[in-house]
């Protein structure tokens, strides 16, 4: 039987997410336990960051939209929920939406990634880089924006709870 042909859609997807996160958790335990917290934190949101500006490159292409400025909260929109009908495994459950014209907001009843650190025993020194990640889009498509709140560390862990906005000034 041909592995690929059993599965569909979303269990590519899940099967792909899941093993890109496990490498990235690997990845940033072992940084941790070789390098310390603050120049693992440091460079995995330096290394998400550059993936995901090359990534909502990849996407723009998929969707035909090469050299197009992002002019209207509609055009972004449309590319935010592109991003996440192509990306987002079900696991992950994360939530996101538009409340009002101009906000992006999403977040984390239960976030995977906290969860993670968590069995490692390293929730009090993790700093988000899914956040990191969202930017890294914003900031590859050129557009400005305001994140509330402005935070460096784990909301979850800080906070109990997960919710952005992200705030545009466009048409």
């Keep these: 039987m041909e592995i690929l042909d059993a ?13 890109w996160m ?30 995901s500006a090359i990534e909502i490159k990849r996407i723009l292409k ?18 935010i929920d592109s991003v996440y009908r192509l990306i987002l495994p079900e696991f992950m459950k994360i939530h996101y939406g538009f409340p009002e014209n101009n906000v992006f907001r999403g977040g984390f009843h239960e976030c995977f990634a906290y969860e ?4 490692f025993a390293m929730a009090d020194i993790y700093q988000c880089g899914i ?26 862990r800080d906070q109990g709870k997960c919710e952005i906005d992200f705030r545009f000034n466009l048409d």
């Excluded at 599965?7 to 093993?19: M, V």
């Excluded at 509330?148 to 784990?154: A, K």
């Design 7 to 19: 599965l569909d859609k979303k269990g590519i997807r899940e099967f792909f997410s899941k093993g």
């Design 22 to 51: 496990t490498h990235d958790a690997m990845w940033y335990y072992h940084c941790l336990q070789e390098l310390g917290p603050e120049r693992a934190n440091k460079i995995n949101k330096d290394a998400v960051a550059s993936m």
């Design 62 to 79: 998929l969707m035909g939209r090469v050299d197009q400025p992002v002019k209207t909260f509609d055009e972004l929109r449309e590319i």
């Design 116 to 119: 993670g650190v968590k069995k």
């Design 131 to 156: 956040v990191v990640r969202i930017k890294g889009w914003l900031n590859g498509l050129g557009v400005k924006y305001e994140m509330v709140p402005e935070f460096t560390g784990c909301l979850m």
